[in-house]
T-cell receptor
């Protein structure tokens, strides 16, 4: 069964601190893995997307890693800001053409001052 | 234009009402999607349109009726909904569903639907 599991479920950190979110997946055939940021009541916004051959990708203060052997990914947020408070969703594309998305339940991040 | 727009932002309707949600994109994408998202849950796929034809219906009740009038527009017609249908409805689009490439989906801001 295709599954994406994220940890922790929620996280509270102080502004300026770093944090790392985890994603484990059992999806086959694997096409690509994306991290989305979703503000409450808004649509998800893509942060990074990685294929099988990519093991790290950065977008500003966000750095995602992918270990295709262990089927794990992480999202590292550096120097967190209050605006980073959101749900972070790991999404794995399955299927030959990657058009079937398998969503994780998300990690709710709260950054406080 | 790299945006997916959705209207209305909020909708409150009774169980006997008929209403429609609208989604629009001008990125030349040929695949469009409807998702339903309950609070603190990930989005659940409802429908996929590919080249204006319905390609996936994830066993959605018939009180939800999708329509794709052209490659830029996607509607979701609502009729006789139940209170448990209250959710955030997200529209997304991507270049295609059959291309062997990054098939990144771009999401709209969603319509917050409340059924009384």
């Amino acid at each position: 069964k295709n599954q994406v599991e994220q940890s922790p479920q929620s996280l509270i950190i102080l502004e300026g601190k770093n944090c790392t979110l985890q994603c484990n997946y059992t999806v086959s055939p694997f096409s690509n893995l994306r991290w989305y940021k979703q503000d409450t009541g808004r649509g998800p916004v893509s942060l990074t997307i990685m294929t099988f051959s990519e093991n790290t990708k950065s977008n500003g203060r966000y750095t995602a890693t992918l270990d295709a052997d262990t089927k794990q990914s992480s999202l590292h947020i550096t120097a967190s800001q209050l605006s980073d408070s959101a749900s972070y969703i790991c999404v794995v594309s399955a299927g030959e053409y990657g058009n079937k998305l398998v969503f994780g339940a998300g990690t709710i991040l709260r950054v406080k001052s | 234009d790299t945006e997916v727009t959705q209207t209305p932002k909020h909708l409150v309707m009774g169980m006997t009402n008929k209403k429609s949600l609208k989604c629009e994109q001008h990125m030349g994408h040929r695949a469009m999607y409807w998702y339903k998202q309950k609070a603190k849950k990930p989005p659940e796929l409802m429908f996929v349109y590919s080249y204006e034809k319905l390609s996936i219906n994830e066993s959605v009740p018939s009180r939800f009726s999708p329509e794709c009038p052209n490659s830029s527009l996607l509607n979701l017609h609502l009729h006789a909904l139940q209170p448990e249908d209250s959710a955030l409805y997200l529209c997304a689009s991507s270049r295609a569903t059959g291309a062997r490439e990054y098939n990144e989906q771009f999401f709209g801001p969603g319509t917050r639907l409340t059924v009384l």
